[in-house]
């Protein structure tokens, strides 16, 4: 049986579920989760994968590694069962419910400069998008780095770099909701999308293992062909999975400029199109938020 599947749930079930089905991450059954999925994949399994019960943030304690000196030869796996000031884009914080998500980063070596990671961020949302789909979840993506199903959030990505002389380390922090409840925005944040979550969508989780090792082949299978090629190979596969792609959007900056139109996917450096009174604009990543007026 696969770590997930899919099940009809009523509120007995997902109460059943949630205790019988519960398997707690653990750094032997996610090396051995590793070893197989790499033997399948055909090639040999190198990464150092950890669990911790605690931290603030994964991310942060690999960025502290990575500007320590470690050099990442291997890439690196750290899961946390409890995230305690988990970081998002623009400094949001976040609280991990214990068991209810998965939330997880890696550190992968990339041989680019940190000049030339533009659209990294959307590589590695197709990159979980891959993994999600792999076990039939069918995810679409939101710029810049938030994954949805049915139009709510399911996950998000934050995508930080160490620079080296001619590459990079790259750090990918991966939050999935998995049960309801999974996460605690600090601040409540209006601008967020609606939450949603596995169990909610209907897919029964039997081992976050399971998947956080998957994430992290897709992750570098996705991140050693950027390495090769950049984002414009990517562009027109990211622009398939746009879940707001022609939709009318706001888009608001930090200083509080919003801007209206229609969202034209993104271009082949990965900045966003919006179509503006006829006119075709572009954004970058940084300090911009987007979302579909209307969405529920």
């Given at each position: 049986m696969g770590p997930l599947r899919r099940t009809q749930l009523d509120a007995a079930?997902?109460?059943?579920?949630e205790v019988s089905a519960f398997i707690p991450l653990d750094g032997d059954r996610l090396r051995a989760a590793l070893d197989r999925q790499s033997v399948g994949a055909g090639c040999p399994n190198h990464w150092d994968a950890r669990v911790v019960a605690t931290t603030s943030s994964t991310n942060s304690d690999l960025l502290r590694e990575a500007r320590g000196g470690h050099a990442f030869t291997r890439p690196v796996l750290l899961a946390a069962e409890i995230q305690t000031a988990g970081r998002g884009r623009l400094g949001r914080?976040?609280?991990?419910?214990?068991?209810?998500?998965?939330?997880?980063?890696?550190?992968?070596?990339?041989?680019?400069?940190?000049?030339?990671?533009?659209?990294?961020?959307?590589?590695?949302?197709?990159?979980?998008?891959?993994?999600?789909?792999?076990?039939?979840?069918?995810?679409?993506?939101?710029?810049?780095?938030?994954?949805?199903?049915?139009?709510?959030?399911?996950?998000?990505?934050?995508?930080?770099?160490?620079?080296?002389?001619?590459?990079?380390?790259?750090?990918?922090?991966?939050?999935?909701?998995?049960?309801?409840g999974s996460s605690d925005r600090a601040g409540g944040d209006r601008r967020a999308l609606p939450g949603s979550d596995l169990r909610t969508a209907g897919w029964m989780v039997e081992d976050r293992n399971e998947l956080a090792a998957d994430?992290?082949?897709?992750?570098?299978?996705?991140?050693?062909?950027?390495?090769?090629?950049?984002?414009?190979?990517?562009?027109?596969?990211?622009?398939?999975?746009?879940?707001?792609?022609?939709?009318?959007?706001?888009?608001?900056?930090?200083?509080?400029?919003?801007?209206?139109?229609?969202?034209?996917?993104v271009d082949r450096s990965g900045g966003l199109l919006i179509e503006i009174d006829g006119t075709r604009k572009r954004f970058i990543a940084g300090d911009l938020s987007l979302r579909a007026i209307g969405l529920a």
């Open positions: 079930s997902i109460a059943s579920a914080t976040w609280h991990s419910a214990p068991g209810a998500s998965l939330t997880v980063s890696y550190a992968l070596r990339v041989a680019r400069r940190l000049a030339e990671l533009e659209g990294i961020s959307l590589v590695c949302g197709l990159a979980v998008r891959d993994a999600l789909l792999k076990h039939g979840v069918r995810a679409e993506l939101k710029w810049p780095n938030d994954v949805l199903v049915d139009a709510r959030k399911l996950a998000g990505i934050l995508v930080e770099a160490h620079a080296l002389a001619s590459s990079t380390i790259v750090i990918v922090g991966i939050g999935i909701n998995v049960l309801p994430l992290a082949l897709a992750l570098e299978k996705r991140l050693a062909r950027f390495a090769e090629t950049g984002f414009p190979e990517f562009a027109s596969e990211w622009n398939a999975a746009d879940a707001l792609r022609d939709s009318l959007v706001s888009l608001g900056t930090t200083p509080g400029e919003i801007v209206t139109g229609f969202e034209r996917g």
